[in-house]
């Protein structure tokens, strides 16, 4: 699982960089979002409810998930990956819908209600711990903006159903000026039918981004500490208590708990092993393993970790610390920037950022941001250009040598910022290299003797399950590339077997993925699920390249919903397609092993 989880996370960032470059450049999907219509979200009309609506009304799923629809109450740990299965248009509608605007599975997301159980991924040993009884009050914030009903509500109940009542203050909802409609009325009648009084709206009367949303939220927060969400969440057993407990021993403490993984593509929840987190020259942050000598202690696996920086969405802080150490920077808009800002200020200015493994979280990691910011403007730019003015000190350059474009670019007033350090006597970032992150590699006009660090993961391949011909049985035919099996993009079409062939021999192994002569993934395009199947790198994360073979023979894939079958078998082209499961013969398959 950590190599996936790697993988994972390189896939995230690599492609969130990606958004970031082609920020101006007008992409389908990136554009002001139209309301969706009311039929894609669940229903919940009928009282409190526990399941959508949906879930229940649709026979043909409860034939398919069996135990899933009979009790999806409680939930489904060991959930199916053949849980986004499309039965009909409207699915269909569902499903691509939710990857353009949500880019996660709002078809299974909507299928899996407002409350489920997840794995308890914590050290055993956490299990044991126990924590002061007079822990101080949390006021919970999480910051929307055009967030899948679904999750959203998940993210919520998560909460309120794994956190205890007298440790919950409040929850304060942040909609970031939404323009999904359900969203606006549907919470609102939600939050008063089903939720309970703790639970406030706050709505932004137009769109200030994720930074100066939190600022709202916390301005309106009244319990003794802070903890912000992301709006697509799930917290997991025993998640707060051990966030409060060293914010409690040092109200300068800033905490955050393991990020677990809660796949885009299966909405699968899975473990993240304790990393720590730090960043780049580019100022994008990213995942460190933890050093030997953080690890030692009595405490071993359980211990709270020092971080240099935060990935920003998750963490828990003393409110009026917050306050004291300037919030954040209201001059930096929609997306990115602030976590290593707030981090950098945190350090830097006398308090301490950790990571708690015993308190672990869940987060939809998706593969690209599914909104864009007014203007098309590049916030993370233009927040980055404010953090390293501010903050780096002779190190901005840094930052400018890998983006000389910058360097005259307008980032407004700083003033109050510059103000601010000076006011708090924070320390210079020298010191916070030498000190916090020592690891930092730096090169050019600030270099220094250094030791290199090494971190070496172990590059483990999934174990093969099986290695064969995949045959199509109504044709008695083999599944080939149409043209070379090396070539990327390159389509696959059913031909005569041919037992000598390599060419012809894949290979299926326990990510589900299905490589042609060791060499090609078989994949889907997320986007438009109704391009035939193609060969492609193979990335690793699971999804568009992630199929099992199921009930009749089918062969089905995860993230498209639908089941391969040939085109037309009389005919000699052995064209392929995805279509709706229906265990007809031109659907059925079978891998050698
Ligand atoms: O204009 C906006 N208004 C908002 O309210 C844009 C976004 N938002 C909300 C949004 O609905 C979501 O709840 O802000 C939250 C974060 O936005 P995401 O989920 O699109 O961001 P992300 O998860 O891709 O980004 C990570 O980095 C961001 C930098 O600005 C924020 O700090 C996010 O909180 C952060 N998420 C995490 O740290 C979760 C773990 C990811 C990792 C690693
Ligand atoms: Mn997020």
């Known amino acids: 699982t950590s190599v996936t989880w790697t993988l994972l996370l390189f896939v995230y960032f690599n492609f969130s960089e990606e958004t970031q470059s082609f920020k101006n450049v007008p ?30 009304k649709d026979s043909s799923i409860g034939n398919s998930f069996g135990n899933h629809a009979q009790d ?60 002061p009884s007079d822990l101080p009050f949390a006021s919970i ?23 205890p009542a007298y440790l919950l203050h409040e929850i304060i909802l942040v909609d970031d000026n939404s323009e999904l409609v359900d969203l606006k009325k549907d919470l609102e009648e939600y939050i008063k039918k089903n939720l309970p009084r703790n639970t406030k709206l706050v709505r932004n009367e137009k769109r200030e981004g994720l930074i100066r949303g939190r600022m709202i939220g916390a301005s309106h927060a009244t319990g003794k500490v802070l903890v912000f969400l992301d709006s697509h969440c799930e917290v997991n057993e025993m998640w707060l208590q051990p966030l409060l407990s060293p914010i409690r021993e040092d109200r300068k403490t800033v905490v955050c708990p393991v990020i677990d993984i809660i796949s885009a593509d299966t909405l699968i929840y899975s473990s993240s092993p304790v990393v720590r987190g730090g960043f780049n020259w580019g100022l994008h942050f990213k995942w460190d393993l933890v050093p030997l000598s953080e690890l030692e202690g009595p405490e071993g696996a359980t211990a709270p970790i020092k971080s240099p920086t935060m990935a920003g969405g998750l963490f828990a802080m003393d409110r009026e610390y917050f306050n004291e150490l300037g919030q954040y920077d209201s001059g930096m808009d929609i997306w990115g920037g602030e976590n290593l800002e707030i981090s950098f200020r945190i350090w830097m200015c006398g308090g301490r950022l950790l990571i708690i493994p015993c308190s672990r979280v869940g987060h939809i990691f998706r593969k690209r941001r599914p909104y864009g910011s007014p203007g098309g403007k590049d916030t993370m730019a233009h927040n980055s250009l404010r953090l390293a003015h501010v903050w780096m000190d002779e190190y901005k350059e840094q930052y400018f040598a890998l983006r000389p474009e910058l360097r005259a670019r307008n980032y ?13 006597n924070c320390k210079s970032f020298k010191w916070y290299l030498d000190n916090i992150y020592p690891e930092m590699q730096i090169s050019g006009p600030n270099a220094k003797a250094q030791q290199p660090v090494f971190i070496n993961r172990g590059q483990k391949r999934p174990k093969i399950l099986r290695r064969g011909r995949l045959y199509h049985l109504q044709t008695n035919k083999c599944l080939v590339a149409q043209g070379h099996p090396s070539q990327k993009g390159g389509l696959v079409v059913v031909r005569e077997c041919d037992y000598n062939d390599q060419n012809q021999v894949w290979i299926y192994n326990e990510e589900h993925e299905l490589i042609l002569n060791n060499l090609l993934c078989l994949d889907v395009s ?45 005919s000699h082209k052995g064209y392929m397609t995805m279509a709706i499961c229906d265990g007809s013969l031109p659907q059925q398959w079978h891998l050698e092993s």
């Open 27 to 56: 992409v389908k999907g990136l554009e002001p979002q139209k309301p969706l219509p009311k039929k894609f979200y669940p229903r919940f009309t009928r009282g409190p409810v526990r399941v959508p609506e949906p879930q229940r």
């Open 526 to 570: 997320e986007t438009r699920s109704s391009d035939p199947p193609r060969l492609m790198k193979c990335h690793g994360s699971g999804g568009s390249q992630q199929w099992t073979f199921g009930k009749n023979n089918r062969l089905y894939q995860v993230s498209v919903g639908q089941c391969m079958k040939v085109v037309d078998p009389l």
């Open 141 to 163: 914030i999480i910051c929307f903006y055009n967030e899948a009903f679904s999750a959203l509500l998940r993210t919520v109940h998560s909460v309120l159903d794994r956190t």
């Open 412 to 424: 407004g007033n700083i003033t109050d910022r510059v103000e601010l350090r000076k006011k708090m």
């Open 72 to 131: 999806p109450v409680k939930g489904d740990m060991e959930l199916s990956p053949e849980m986004g299965m499309i039965f009909n248009e409207h699915d269909q509608q569902v499903r691509d819908l939710g990857y353009q605007k949500h880019a996660f599975n709002m078809l299974i997301s909507n299928r899996l209600g407002y409350h489920r159980e997840v794995p308890d991924t914590r050290d055993a040993k956490c299990r044991e711990k126990s924590y």
